[in-house]
């Protein structure tokens, strides 16, 4: 029987290095609430080298980011939020930015502002889980986390458009 899940060596080496930039950029963000470049990544390793290899890196980050910055049951929800978001990302949102042709704005502006909107839902659903898991009212979790979450979103809207030309010319290397 054939297996569908093909890791190369190539493919998992690329998962590891892009899951090691990010824990380290956790980590050397961590000291600024939700300001952090890993959204936009995840986002753009989504488009540029597919869904499961997003939330694979993904997934690595939190785990292996959680041990440095405090491991408990939220960061299942946070890989639980950051998997909506890339599903959001992959077959809504990125998609859209093909058609959209309104008012002459670049695509690039588009996914920017996106992938910030993607903030700002990351902080709804983490806030909704985190609300189901201390047994709170949803509504508490949404105002405490306002500021984090526009935070979130401002800062994903800035490192995005600074990221995906070097992803992007990472990928273009490795087809030459």
Sequence with gaps: ???????????????????????ALRYAFSSLPNIQPITAIFLITAIV???SDSILIMSLTMLVSSFLLMFGP?????????????????????PLTKFLKFAKINEIVW????????????GLVIDSCYAFLYGMPWWTYV?????????????????YPLILPILRRMTNEKNH
């Design 111 to 122: 996914q920017s502002l996106f992938a910030g909107l993607l903030g700002i839902v990351y």
């Design 49 to 51: 080298y597919g869904l």
């Design 74 to 94: 939220w960061v299942i929800w946070q890989i639980f939020s950051f998997t909506v978001i890339l599903v959001i990302w992959k077959y809504l949102l990125y």
């Design 143 to 159: 105002m405490a986390g306002a500021s984090f979450n526009i935070a979130h979103a401002l800062s994903t809207v800035c490192f």
């Design 1 to 23: 029987m054939k297996s569908t899940f093909n890791l190369s060596l190539q493919k998992i080496s690329r998962i590891a290095i892009l899951s090691a930039l990010c824990v």
